[in-house]
Each structure stands twice: as C-alpha cells, then as structure tokens.
C-alpha cells in the first residue's frame, strides 16, 4: 500500500501502466493544511489526481473531506501547501479561478433557483447573447442536448421546483460540465438518490473518466468507492492515512482505515433489555406535507431507531410531536395524552428533542455555556422571576464531568467548543429537563470518531435509567450498532421494522428505497 | 476537530468578560468629554452639562426600552410619533379634567399615559408577532397612525396645558432632588429597572435567546410571541414615561413633538453596544449613547464647526459608522 505513495512522490509525472505514455497528473496537492483559529481541520494532506481517474477519498464526518474539496475548489484557502496543475503552480482564492483552471465542483445539496425553469438555471450568470439580447432557443437546444448526454429528459421549461430530486442533481451536473472540465469533483453525490438513480448517475461518472476526465468522488458510501474508484485516499480526523489502489482495499479494509480501529468496539455492549411497557404511543400522526400514518410505540428502556434517506420526513415527524410543527393526531406519553399544537407541551410532559442542526437550532453559539445549558430548562431551574446565577454554574460544571465535555475554560462560548463538544452539551441541555423520552435527531453528524463512541455510551446509560431512547440517522452502520428494534421511513410513512437478526444494511435500504422510482417519475411528470 | 486532552484544570470562572461593546460606548463618552473641553472650556461646566443630560433624558428613556425591543430581534420606528401621541392624549385629558380635580389631574394624567403607552406598545407587539408583519414595516405602519392622529387631534396647531397646572407640573422636568434634575434620576432609575430585567431575571435570558436565534429559543420551548410582544409593551411603557416627562419641557403637545426621535433612539441603542440584529442587549450602553448624541449636538451649537441645522446629518452618520463598526469587528 505504501509502495504506491512513494513511487508518486518521487517523480513529477507517472508511467501509466497501460500504455507507457507519460500523463501529468491533472492536479497534484503538496502538505495542504487549514486552520480554522486554533483548530487544525486538514493536516498535509498530498495526493496526485491522473487524468481519466476516479479518485475517491472516504472518510468520516469530519474527517476534512469536505475542507479538502473547498481547497481544491477555491472556496477557501489553505494555510499550508501547494496545489500545481499540469506541472504548474496554481492558486485560487475564488471559486471562479478554480473553475477558469478546468475545476469544477457538483455541490451535494441542490444550488438551483426554485422559481426558474431547468435552461435558465443551467446558463444562469452566464446567458448565452445575441445581438445584445438573451438567445433563449439556443439555450434551450444546449440545454436538452447536455441533459440527454446524462441520461435527463426533462423539458428545458420545467420549473425546477416542479422536477424530481434526481433530475434536479443530473441538473445541476449538466451545469457544472458546460464549463471546459479537466477534474470534477463530486461531494457525496448520491446522498439523496434512490437505488437506481445512484446507478445512473455511477454510470455517467465511469462515463466522465472515458472521456479522459479526472473524477474526484467525496463519499462515505463505501460500496460505491469500491465499484467506481481507482485510487482511494482515505482521511481520518483531519489526517491523511494514505492513498490506495482502489481494487486492493475490501470495505471491510475501508472502514477499518476510516475509524482506526475495530467497528465493533465502538458501539456498547447492550446491557439493557427493553422493557414491555409502552413509554410513547403515537398514533395516525399526520405532518401536512412530510408524514402520514404514522404510527409507533416505544418502550422503557428501548433504543429505537429511525432509518430513511434524507428527505424521508423522520425529522418532521418529531417537529410534529414536539409542536415544532404543525401536526394532527394523538400522542401519548405513559397512557397521557399530549396536546401537539402546544408548543410547549411535549417538552413539559416529558421528551425531550436534539436537532439535527445543532448549530443552527439547537445552541447559541455566541453566548456563553451555562446561559445555553439552562435554556430549555429555565422554568425548572430558575423557580420564580429571578435567575440563580449560582446554581447554573454548578449545574455547569457538573454537565461539564458527567458528560466530559472538553473546554479550556468555563467562559468559552458554544460555538468554540468542537462539534463533539458541542453535542454533548446539546444533551446536557435536554437532559436538564429530566425527559423520560430522549430523541436525538442524528447523533453524531460532523463528529469525530472518540466522541461518537461516547455518544453511543450516553445512549446506552440513558436508557440503563430507564428512559426511552430514539435515534434518528443516515447512518445504517450507526442504527444497528446501538438499536434494539429500527422503523424505516420512506416518502413520509413508516414502510418497515426490522429486530434482531433482520437489523442488515441490505435490509434496511430495500425498506427505504423500493418503490421509489415510481414516485420519482410521478415527480418529474408534475 | 481537535479535542483538548490532558487534564487542564479547568476553574469556574466568575462572568467577568468585558469586550469592546461593553466598555466602548463608555470610552467615547469620555474622548467627546476631552475634545468637547479642549474646543470650548465652558462645556464642562455643571450648568452646561447638566442641561445636556437631562435634554437626552427622554431618548435616554425610549431607548432603554427600544433596547428590549432590539436585543429581541425586533425594531420599533413607532417611538417618535407615538411620544407625540401619548403627549398629546395626556395633555387633553388633564386639562379636560383639571377644573374639578385640581392638581389631582397631572397622577391621572401620568397613569393615562401609561396606560396609553402599554396599548400602543401592546399593538405594536401584536401586529409584530401574532400578525408575522416584518418589525420594519408593522411600526412604519403605526408611525404613520400615530403621527395623523396627533395632527388630528391638534387641528395641526399645539394642544398646550391648562395654565391652571402647568406650575404644578413644571418640576417633573426642571425641578431637582439633591440637586440632580429629575430627568435624570428618572432615567436612572428606568435603566436600573431595565438592566435588572434583562440581566437578572429569566425574562432577560429569554429575550437575548430570541433575539440570538429565533430557532435555538424556539426548539428550548421559549415562546417567540409571547417575549416579543412583552418586549413591545415595555418599549411602549417607556415612551409613555419619556412623555410624561416632556410634557412640561414644552407644556405642548405639537404635531411635530418627537420628530426624528427614532432615529436618536436607535442611534443609542446601536453605539451603545446593542446588536441591531438581535441579541444581548447593554441597558448603560444605551444610555451612554443617548448622552453621546445630545452631547455631540451640544459641541455642534457650541462651536462654529458644523451648522446645528445638520444636526440630525451628523447623527445619521453617527448611526451608519456604529453599524459598519459592528460588522467589521464580526
């Protein structure tokens, strides 16, 4: 494995094995590092990029795959390292630079303009002119023309809020291709695709390198690195492990380089068994526009998991309960009744809730830690009109032990805690509230690898006493780690339960993405 | 993602953590003390000074309340024109009363005006959060309302008090107590009040929470509505003790009362360290404002720099300066 970094290292070009013709390699990075402040997010990252190659680089969330492909992209600079293209030195400090150079990067959520129709959005900024006006049919030509070479039919005059997720990602690949490309970088791609829109979409990427193009591919889906990839860097918290040929590496070897360690010890042992009382009952909830039908029980001492492509409507369905949404139907917490269009109520009466978007929803990240600590519960805490500055602090400080939450000093702010960090106290702040249901919306998204593994033992210990643990997640490998029983959502309903020996990936993903495909016709029809 | 490791012995720290928009508002208080002494030594003479603090006293008032109402998230532009109103409605209803109530007139005009001022604020809240009407547009609204209904009610003249109460009713403003104008000690007092609600009680935490992150606050089981709207409603009682105040200052109520008082109002606010989008609020930071600003249109009469006619000029610049402060020290 170490063989194949050193005979790149040491000379400026590569002898292809094939033919014997010397090929530059399209990009090639040297030591690229970035800090953020004090925090180091990539560290010497080196690696060459060859013409008509898929190069993948795998790692965990918040490994530096996405810090990588912004350096390379030009949407931000690295504090460290060279970056030289064909033998040349190069740097970008926009992204328009990148792109002038043949860089072009496929983002991984949709960038499109809604209200537009498909060929505005694919020459938007840079409309096509004729005699000084905006030449519509030949963009529209273009446009059908670019759609049809990815395998895309839908009208050049659709509006792209009209057009399925899918055709809204060949979309919006079209248009980072109508630029001259010499490397396409591709950031989780499939991410949002059913089964066989991620085949076609593997297709047209094989496609890319016949045509001579370099593909970078940012994934954590490991199967597809190892149908697609020629080569694979895999990163792990910030650092370069190293560059493999694709075809030697299993996915078990994969996983193994991204974690650093055995899988199986990341997870807990599960000491506790469920117990037969129901906890939550929820019965017919209806989100307008999210979820439907949706019906569940959770048990005492049960950790339940939530699986589903993103989209899938898991989130909404707990907004819903949580009266973060509006939402119909009955819930029950212990045989009570919960009134969901009060905001309050589900809190008060005992669930608690974790966003998935911490940053966004779930900390303030300018303000001190005890003020954030205390926010859910200020009730509870601060009996009476006046605040109990003492008492907050030591409810700190204990948060701070029980849930090892590293800080430099109790007068940091949120946002300079480590996303880890950050997720701890997100849970000391819900658990303040004393829940007997703790749901946690993604666990342990943006996280690094020690502390996921702490997460998981919070789960396990929440549930040891005797609360109701429910895990929403993208990550299958996650769900079956740590669950007892995981319901699979798709298209806002509950398709599936899977227990014991059934608790498979292969499981899991039929329930979330068969039938899809007919849905996403309907979609593109609309 | 870097972990601290090791075992940094990590204290409780007390919240002693003075920045910039905590002392900075204070500073420039001070450089305009010097600069206004070195162009003219009359200026910090207790006379002079002393008028000047109690001139800002009323945007002093307004602004605490406007620092509420901007610490939450919110902005009021109503401020102005709903002191004209709350003046006006005052001043008619003592003199209509003053000939059988005597002197007992101006407490019962005092708590009309309140009363006044916590429905207007009320309305204003309302609209704001119930109705989801932009803060910008929903007090641009009122201004509006409450600047014709002052016209209308002055017939486009003055409304002035009843001769029979206006010596009764001229301390409130000129008077002293210990040799401090009232003014003053009023809005000292509306400031300790305020900086004790926002800092010491929950209510505080809750507005500095909405304001931050309107998500964060809400996903915490803090309800939006009801911490907006209280925050209008003291804007509005604050406006309402800012015109009793004023009321004697002119013994008038005219259709031009408060003109512009918006704009002092937010200046303060915003040099006082206050955030315009939202936040934590700083009550003596605002009111170090609304005494820089009285105080720079004191140096502008004073000297013969800047003609006091752009007076307002100067502290639209004020305002601009202040916000492209806070953005570039983000």
Redesign the interface.
């Known amino acids: 494995m170490s063989s194949v970094m050193t005979m790149e290292r040491k000379g400026r070009s590569v002898v292809s094995e094939k033919d014997g013709l010397v090929s530059h390699p399209v990009l090639r990075a040297e030591g690229m590092s970035k800090q953020y402040g004090?925090?180091?997010?990539l560290s010497e990252v080196t690696l060459d990029i060859l013409p008509g190659e898929i190069h993948a680089i795998i790692g965990e969330n918040?490994a530096g795959k996405s810090t990588f492909m912004r350096l390379l992209s030009g949407y931000a600079e690295p504090t460290a390292g060279t970056l030289s293209m064909g033998g040349r030195k190069v740097g970008f400090s926009k992204p328009e630079q990148a792109q002038e150079a043949g860089i072009v990067l496929v983002h991984q959520e949709i960038l499109l303009a809604d209200a537009l129709t498909v060929a505005e959005n694919l020459f938007l900024g840079r409309e096509l002119m004729r005699h000084g006006l905006v030449d519509d049919r030949t963009m529209r030509r273009l446009a059908i023309e670019k759609l049809h070479d990815l395998g895309c039919h839908v009208s050049p005059n659709a509006l792209v809020r009209d057009i399925s997720l899918a055709d809204r990602q060949l979309v919006q690949i079209a248009r980072a291709l109508l630029d001259d490309y010499k490397l396409v970088i591709f950031d989780e791609p499939t991410a949002v695709l059913t089964g066989e829109e991620v085949e076609r979409l593997l297709a047209i990427i094989l496609q890319l390198k016949e045509q001579g193009a370099a593909v970078l591919y940012i994934s954590h889906r490991l199967d597809e690195v190892q149908r697609l990839a020629d080569k694979v860097t895999v990163l792990r918290?910030?650092k370069m492990v190293g560059t493999y040929p694709g075809h030697s590496l299993t996915q078990m070897d994969m996983a193994r380089l991204m974690v650093g360690r055995d899988l199986a010890a990341l997870y807990p042992e599960k000491t506790v068994k469920p117990a037969l009382q129901a906890m939550l009952e929820v019965r017919d909830l209806g989100v307008p526009g999210f979820a439907s039908d949706i019906s569940f029980t959770a048990h005492k001492g049960e950790v339940l998991g939530f699986a589903g492509m993103i989209g899938a409507g898991r989130t909404e369905v707990f907004e819903g309960i949580m009266g973060?949404r509006p939402a119909t139907g009955t819930v029950k917490l212990q045989d009570r009744a919960i009134d969901i269009r009060r905001?309050?109520a589900a809190?008060?009466a005992g669930i608690g809730?974790l966003?998935e978007?911490r940053k966004?929803?779930?900390?303030?990240?300018?303000?001190?830690l005890a003020?954030n600590l205390t926010?859910?519960a200020?009730?509870r805490f601060?009996p009476g009109?006046?605040?109990r500055?003492r008492r907050e602090?030591?409810a700190?400080?204990e948060a701070?032990n029980t849930y090892d939450i590293?800080?430099?000093?109790?007068?940091v702010k949120a946002g300079q805690l480590?996303?880890?960090?950050q997720q701890k106290l997100l849970l000391a702040?819900v658990l303040l509230?004393d829940p007997s249901v703790v749901v946690i919306d993604e666990p342990t998204r943006g996280?690094?690898i020690?502390?996921k593994a702490q997460i998981y033992a919070f789960i396990e210990r929440l549930v040891a006493e005797g609360r109701t643990c429910i895990v929403i997640s993208s990550e299958m490998q996650e769900l079956i780690g740590i669950c007892d029983r995981i319901l699979v959502m798709r298209e806002g309903r509950i398709t599936g339960e899977v227990t014991g020996d059934r608790m498979t990936e292969h499981e899991i993903a039929l329930l979330a993405t068969s039938e899809t495909k007919d849905a996403a016709k309907q979609g593109g029809r609309q | 993602m870097s972990v601290i490791t090791g075992s940094t012995p990590v204290r409780p720290e007390r919240e002693w953590n003075i920045g910039w928009s905590d002392v900075g508002p204070f500073l420039a208080l001070l450089a305009l003390l010097l600069i206004g002494f070195s162009i003219n030594q009359d200026f910090l003479s207790a006379t002079n000074l002393g008028n000047v603090i109690t001139r800002s006293a009323f945007i002093a008032i307004i602004a605490v309340g406007a620092t509420f109402v901007i610490s939450s998230g919110g902005l009021d532009l109503s401020v102005g024109s709903m002191a004209a109103f709350i003046t006006g409605i005052t001043i008619m209803f003592m003199n209509r009363v003053a000939a059988d109530w005597g002197v007992l007139a101006i407490p019962a005009g005092m708590a009309i005006a309140l009363v006044v001022g916590l429905i207007c604020g009320l309305m204003n809240g309302l609209i704001v959060t119930v109705g989801k009407i932009e803060p910008f547009i929903a007090t641009l609204g009122t201004m509006g309302i409450f600047r014709a209904l002052i016209t209308y009610m002055s017939d486009g003249g003055t409304i002035p008090i009843d001769r029979s109460l206006r010596d009764a009713y001229r301390p409130v403003y000129f008077g002293t107590f210990g040799g401090i104008p009232f003014p003053i000690l009023i809005s000292i007092a509306v400031a300790a009040i305020a900086s004790f609600i926002l800092y010491k009680m929950k209510y505080g935490r809750k507005c500095a929470a909405v304001g931050a992150n309107e998500d964060v606050a809400r996903y915490s089981g803090i309800s939006i509505i009801k911490t907006r709207t209280i925050a209008y409603a003291m804007q509005g009682v604050c406006v309402a003790i800012a015109a009793i105040c004023y009321v004697p200052r002119l013994g008038a109520a005219t259709p031009t009362t408060g003109v512009l008082w918006e704009l002092q109002v937010i200046t303060a606010v915003v040099i006082g360290g206050t955030a315009l989008r939202g936040g934590k609020g700083h009550v003596w930071g605002t009111v170090a404002g609304a005494v820089i600003l009285e105080l720079i249109a004191n140096l502008m009469v004073l000297s013969d720099f800047v003609s006091e006619y752009l007076v307002a000029g100067v502290q639209g610049v004020i305002i601009i300066i202040a916000m492209l402060i806070q953005r570039f020290s983000k």
């Open positions: 004090p925090v180091t997010v918040g918290d910030g973060l905001p309050r809190m008060d809730y966003t978007d966004g929803k779930g900390l303030l990240l300018q303000e001190r003020p926010l859910s200020l009730g601060h009109l006046l605040m500055r602090q030591s700190l400080v701070v590293r800080l430099k000093s109790y007068a480590s996303g880890g960090n702040k509230t996280i690094d020690a502390n």
